[in-house]
């Protein structure tokens, strides 16, 4: 049985979020979908590494009938980028301030690539008890970082209730990248202060974007005060496959 219902010539769109925030990030743009007939899945990302984060998402797919958009916003668009698509209804990429790598690229490396990225120095760290450390962005600095386009109240319960991701997550190096065999769409803010603008202008054009939408002043989560402008994208990307 399939975990959403089918609708004649409206894909699923799957939603995977990055490090920082959970599935709740996307209530913006879910609205959007919903208004405009689509059915969605907001995927609770584990944030445990970039194989067995996908290897999850591809276990979430396999209970979805018909087509499918995926959609990742900064590490989910390390996720999306290594979901194994045959078999599935994978016809579309959407990367929202997010990672679209090569073979052996890591989230760290393509942050690292450009400079501008500043979310290193606002990072707390968490010893986990079977080895290895979360990573926390500090509350007092999460709004300046991560979603300076947000109100100071949205970000503060974002701050709240961010998820945490490991460190090897970050540095885990990619496979072969679906962006390779699919078509993909990129958004992004120009004042990205977790990845630099440069990155991720370097990453669409590398990707061969269909399109490309820059939108000025955007934050690292731009989606939430824009997501007209993504539900959009989304649509675009839809009606193309």
């Not at 290897?55 to 194994?84: C, F, K, Q, W």
């Not at 269909?210 to 939108?215: D, I, P, Y």
Request: glycine share 12%; no cysteine.
């Amino acid at each position: 049985m399939s975990i959403t219902t089918a609708r004649p010539g409206r894909p699923t769109v799957v939603l995977v979020h990055g490090a920082f925030a959970e599935s709740a990030s996307w209530d913006g743009v879910i609205a959007g979908l919903i208004d405009a007939g689509y059915p969605a899945v907001a995927l609770a990302n584990p944030l445990r590494g970039v194989r067995h984060d996908a290897d999850h998402l591809r276990a979430v797919l396999t209970g979805i009938e018909g087509p499918v958009v995926l959609v990742g916003h900064s590490y989910g668009g390390m996720v999306i980028s290594n979901v194994p698509t045959a078999g599935t209804g994978v016809t579309a990429l959407v990367y929202v301030g997010a990672f679209a790598p090569e073979p052996g690229e890591s989230a760290a490396d393509l942050a690292g690539r450009f400079p501008g990225s500043s979310l290193g120095e606002t990072l707390a760290t968490v010893a986990l008890p079977g080895g290895g450390t979360d990573l926390y962005i500090r509350q007092d600095r999460y709004h300046h970082q991560f979603a300076a386009d947000s109100t100071a109240q949205r970000a503060a319960v974002m701050a709240v209730t961010q998820r945490p991701i490991t460190g090897a997550a970050l540095n885990e190096p990619s496979g072969e990248p679906a962006w390779r065999s699919l078509p993909s769409w990129f958004l992004f803010g120009s004042e990205d202060l977790n990845i630099p603008v440069a990155a991720h202008r370097f990453m669409a054009e590398r990707a061969g974007s269909r399109r490309t939408v820059e939108l000025p002043g955007g934050s690292h989560t731009v989606a939430i005060p824009e997501a007209a402008q993504l539900v959009a994208l989304i649509r675009e990307a839809a009606d193309a496959t």
